[in-house]
């Protein structure tokens, strides 16, 4: 991986493990020579996660909608920014430079762009890694929310296997690095889930 997506919150969060993490993940970008594509903010863990790697001289692009910039949120130190014309066309051009994709602790912006990267790639429409960095046990709630829409039958297995999950940043980015996409049935597999089981 030459380049990481990182989607996450624009506040620091109530716990100090949050920033502590961002700071972390922005020093193992550095030293894995991984260029950081992000939301283009100031603010937040997402301020924390590009200060630190532009301060470690890596490369940061962020991109953001002209709607933010024009509340004056947007970083103005990066090594690129690109402005889009709407949040559709943001995420688009956030996944077009990536080549995986991780979430830090964030609100509902952050849970639906990784929610949709992760449909993505359910649908066979791109082939990148997708995880999340479960820092203080914040995404635990979410990864359980995963395994019981698997049980439910919502969710087939081998498409739960999609979201890689760590505690540490360079263990996530480890897995990242060595994710093979897997062999799935598609997505709309005319049998029902659970069929096999008697469900």
Known sequence: MRTVCVFSGSSP??????????????????????????????????????????????????????????????????????????????????ADLSDGFLALPGGYGTLEEFAEVLTWSQLGLQRKPCGLLDVEDFYRPLLSFFDHAVAEGFVRPEHRDLVLS????????DALAAWIPPTVSKWMDPTPLGAADGR
């Open 13 to 94: 969060g109530a716990r100090p493990g949050y920033a502590a993490a961002a700071r972390s993940l922005g020093q193992e970008l550095i030293a894995r020579r991984i260029r950081l594509v992000y939301g283009g903010a100031s603010v937040g863990l997402m301020g924390m996660v590009a200060d630190t790697v532009l301060a470690g001289g890596g490369t940061v692009i962020g991109v953001i909608p002209e709607q933010l910039v024009d509340k004056e949120i947007s970083h103005d130190g990066l090594s690129e920014l690109r402005i889009t014309s709407s949040m559709h066309e943001r995420k688009a051009t956030m």
């Open 166 to 173: 760590d505690t540490d940043p360079a263990r996530l980015l």
